[in-house]
C-alpha cells in the first residue's frame, strides 16, 4: 500500500472511532431520559449538543494512539519483493557469467542486454504503477532493480570488459545517478534511497580510476551529497543522512591517502559536506525521546570521526589552525541553532565539540609536549560526559573505554616530581574527571532505560567510585615513590590514605559512595592491617612512618569497635549485617589491636628503638591490659564471647607471666613487672566482685 492509502485508512479509522463515542454518548443520554423517574416528566428526544459537544472535543489522545502500525507479518511481506529483486539480479549475472564462459554472447551483447533488462524493469514498474495492477512494494523493488543492473553493468562494460569508454561510462553513470535520486524523492522510499545513496557514493572512485582530477571528483561528492539533502529533508530520511555522510566521508578519507596533494581542498570539501549534514540534522523531526538520544549519539560521532580526519588532513599544513578554526566556527554557529530553537541535543553536541574542536586548535599549536597530554585526557572527558548528558548508551560504553585508557595512559607517563609541573597537574587532572563523571552519574535519572537499569544491577557506578579511588590511592602511591623513597619501598602514606577513607565510608552514607566502596576498602584495609602492621620488618631509614602508620592503624580499629561497642553511627549503619554478631565482633577486634600493639613492640625492639628485656616486660603488662579491658566491656554489655576471651588472654599472660618472663628478665624488671601486674589485677578483680 502507498502512503496516501495508508493516510486514508488512518483518517477512517479515526472517523469510526469518533462516530463509536458519539453513539456511545447518545446512549447514555437516551438510557438516563427513559429512566423510570424521568420518562413521565418529559419525552425522549435527541439531545443534539450532546452531539455537538461530541462531535467538538474528540479525545485527542485516540488520535496518537491509533496510528496505523505495520505488524511483523506486513513488515516481511513488504520486504520480500526487496529480496527477490535481489535474488534476481544476482541470477541475471551469473546468467551472463554462464553465458560468457560458453561463449555463446560476446561482451559488447552482453552489455547492451544487461542495459535492456534495465530500461525493461523500469519501464515495467512504471506501466504497473500507472494501471495500479501492483502494489508499491513491487514498484519500489523494479525501479530499484533497474537502478542495481544499469550501475553495475557501467562499471562491468568500463572495467571489466572495456567495452565502454570511460566517458561514455561517465556519462552513463551521471544519467543513473539522476534517474537513481528522482525515483528515491519520487517514490518516499528510505530503502530506495539509502542503496541510491550507497551505490552513486561508489562513483568517485571510478572517476579516481580514470585518473580525473581531485577537484572535479570532490566537486562530484560535495554536489552528489547536496542533491541527497533534497531527498532527505523532504521525506524524514534519518537512516539515509547517516549512510550518505559516512559514505561521503569515507570516499574523502581514501581519495586523501591516494593523492598527496591537495590536502586544502580535501579538507574544504569534508567542511563543506559536514555543514550539509549539521543542515539536514536540524531539520530532522524526531518526537521520540529514545531516538532523539540515539540520533544525538549518531551526531557526536560523525562529528567526532569528521574531526579526527580532519586533523589527519591538516596535520602538515603549515595553516592547518585556520581549517580547524572554520570547523570550531561549524560546531559554534550549530550551538546556537540549538539554542535558539530550543534544541537540546543539538546544543550539547555541538557545544561539546566546540570546546573539542578549540583543544585540537591548541595540540596543533607549537605548544610543549606536556601541555597536548594534558588536553588530550580533558578531551575523552569531555566525550564521556557528553555521553552522560545525552543518556546514549553506545556512546558511554564507547567513550568510557577511550577514557580509561587516557586516564592509564597519563598515570604511566607522568610523575609527580617536580611538584609545580605539568606533568604532576596531569597526573592529578584525571581524579578531578573521575569525581565530576561519578558525581554526574549518580544524578536522579527520573525514568530508567534498559541500559541504565542493567548498568544499576550490575554496580557499574558503585564501582566507579571503587576506581576513583584506586587511582587516588595509585596517585599517593607515586607521592611516596617521589618524596619517601627510603621507606624499604613501602608506600606508608598510601596506606595511611587507605586507613582514612576507609573510616570515612564507614560513616558516609551509601547513596553518596555507592554500595561497593566501603566492602572493597574494608577488605584492603585488612590485608594492610595484617601484612603492615602484625609483622615486624626491616627499617631502614624514617623508622617513625612506620610507627605512624601502624598508630593510625590501630586508632581506627579501636574507633570502629567502640563505635560498635556503643551502637554509635557506624553500628547504626550496619545494624543489618552486624546483626547478632556484636559480641563476636568486639572479640575479634580486640585481639586485632592487642596483636597491632605486640607488632609495634616488636618493630621497636627489632630496630633497637626498645631493650628487649623491657618489650618482655611491656608485652605482658599489655596482655593484662587487654584482658582486664575485655573482662570489663563484657561486664557492662554481658557479652559472653567477649568475657572468655578476657579470661583465654588472663590465662595467657599468667603463663608467660611465670613460665617465661621469670628466666628472661633481671630482679628489677621483675620486681617492678609483679607490682603492676599486681596492682592491676587487684583493681581489675574489685571492679568484677562490683559487677
Known sequence: MSAEVEQRIAKLEQEVVNL???????????????????????????????LQKSKAKPEPAIENEMKPTRSLEERIMWALPKVFMIILVLGVLWGLKLVSDYGYLSNEVKIILAYVLSVALAVTAYVLEDKKLSSQAITISLYGGAFIIGILTTAAGAIMYEVLGLYVALMIALLYIGYG?????????????????????????????????PVIILGFIVVLFGALQFVIIQHQQKITLYVATFFSVFAISILSVINGDNKTVFALTLLGALSMF???????????LVWKRVHAALLFSASG??????????????????????MFGLFLGMTLYGHRHKLQEAFDVAGTLAILTLLNVLLVMNLPDDVDRLLLPFSAF??????????????????????????LLSYFIHEATPFFSLSHISLVLPLVYLIVIYVYAKRPKGTLNLFEKAMKDLYVVDFLAVITCTYFLAYIGKIDVAYFAGVSDIPHLM???LAVLFTVSLIVPDK????????????FFLLITILLTLIPYNMQGIEWFNIITRLVYMAVLVAILMDIYMNGRIAQKYRKIIGGFTDHLISAGIVVVMAS?????????????LDWTIRIALTTIMLFMFASISLWLSSKRSLKVLRLTGFTILVSAIVKLVFFDLSALDLLIRAILFMTIGGLGLFLSNRLLKK
Open 305 to 326: 570521526i569528521s574531526l579526527l580526519l580532519l586533523n589527519l588532513l591538516v596535520s602538515s599544513l603549515s595553516y592547518s589552525e585556520v581549517l580547524l578554526l572554520i
Open 278 to 288: 549539521f543542515m539536514s540534522w536540524c531539520r530532522m523531526d524526531i518526537v521520540d
Open 512 to 523: 553518596y559512595i555507592g554500595r561497593v566502596l566501603t566492602p572493597v576498602l574494608g577488605v
Open 20 to 50: 463509536r463515542q458519539e453513539v456511545n454518548a447518545l446512549k447514555q443520554h437516551q438510557e438516563k431520559e427513559q429512566s423510570p423517574k424521568n420518562i413521565m416528566s418529559k419525552p425522549i428526544i435527541l439531545d443534539m449538543p450532546v
Open 382 to 407: 569531555v566525550g564521556v560526559m557528553i555521553a552522560l548528558r545525552l543518556r546514549a548508551s553506545v556512546m558511554k560504553v564507547a567513550h568510557s573505554f577511550i577514557f580509561m585508557i587516557t586516564v
Open 495 to 497: 596506606c595511611i590514605v
Open 597 to 609: 600493639v605486640w607488632g609495634l613492640l616488636y618493630q621497636l625492639a627489632y630496630n633497637q628503638l
Open 181 to 213: 535520486i528522482a525515483i528515491s524523492f519520487f517514490k518516499k522510499n528510505e530503502v530506495l534511497s539509502t542503496f541510491v545513496a550507497f551505490t552513486s557514493l561508489l562513483l568517485p572512485y571510478l572517476l579516481e580510476y580514470m585518473e580525473f582530477s
